[in-house]
């Protein structure tokens, strides 16, 4: 059972449109939420984090929105290039652990 | 730099046989893990180890064992492999906890179990 529920699976994107990724749990242990991007064949790579103290965290073209009350979280990819398709894993953690949600696989149109 | 570097990067079992993944980052990291990524289900924690000489269970340990013999080195052990572990499994190094500290992953070894 999945601790962290990540939609949608699958997205294609023109380039230059935007990307958006929503998460949710329901675990408030939680007191971290970072996204991991990873390209076939190679490992996740950690994009952008959060804290559940802000709102917003913004990284070039990539923005987390974090909403605490509704347990939510989405990452948005602002124009989205070729070179941006990829598997983007949610992900949440609490102590030791790091709980990944399912992906989603993002193909940029050129 | 190397960072995580994981041996072998493919295998392919036989139902019953067992062998070991071997591990090693070069970071100096105190925490490493072993995650199993399958399709539709993200990364999931096998196993990890917060220093040397430790090892705790994750999320999905049954069938497997580790080792933390020496500070860089995390092997993942299959006692008599079945076909439910074929997946692609992810070794991964951190300075602390996942809170604040940056998980560096290896790029995976492809394991099937016929």
């Known amino acids: 059972q999945q601790q962290v529920k990540q939609s949608p699976q699958s997205l294609i994107v023109q380039k230059g449109g935007i990307s958006i990724i929503n998460c949710a749990y329901e675990?408030?242990?939680?007191?971290?939420f970072p996204w991991y991007q990873q390209f076939p064949g190679k490992g996740p790579a950690l994009l952008i984090a959060?804290?559940?103290?802000?709102s917003e965290k913004k990284e070039g073209r990539f923005t987390i929105s974090f909403n605490k009350s509704a347990k939510q979280f989405s990452l948005h990819i602002m124009d989205s290039q070729p070179g941006d398709s990829a598997t983007y894993f949610c992900?949440?953690?609490?102590?030791?652990?790091?709980?990944f949600g399912a992906g989603t696989t993002v193909t940029v149109r050129a | 730099n190397a960072g995580v570097t994981q041996t072998p990067k493919f295998r392919v079992l036989k139902t019953g046989q067992s062998m070991t993944l071997l591990c090693a980052q070069d970071?100096?990291?105190?925490?490493m893990y072993w995650y199993r990524q399958d399709p539709g289900m993200g990364l999931r924690l096998i196993h990890y180890?917060?220093?040397?000489?430790?090892?705790a269970k994750g999320e999905v340990p049954d069938g497997y064992n580790v080792s933390r013999l020496k500070k860089q080195n995390f092997l993942l052990g299959l006692e008599s492999a079945a076909p439910s572990q074929t997946s692609v499994y992810f070794c991964?190094?951190?300075?602390?906890?996942?809170?604040?500290?940056?998980?560096?992953f290896g790029e995976g070894s492809w394991l099937t179990v016929v």
């Open positions: 991964a190094s951190s300075d602390g906890l996942p809170a604040g500290n940056t998980i560096y």
């Open positions: 675990n408030t242990a939680f007191d971290y």
């Open positions: 959060i804290r559940p103290d802000v």
């Open positions: 992900a949440a953690s609490t102590g030791y652990k790091l709980s």
């Open positions: 970071m100096n990291h105190e925490y």
């Open positions: 180890s917060v220093g040397e000489g430790t090892t």
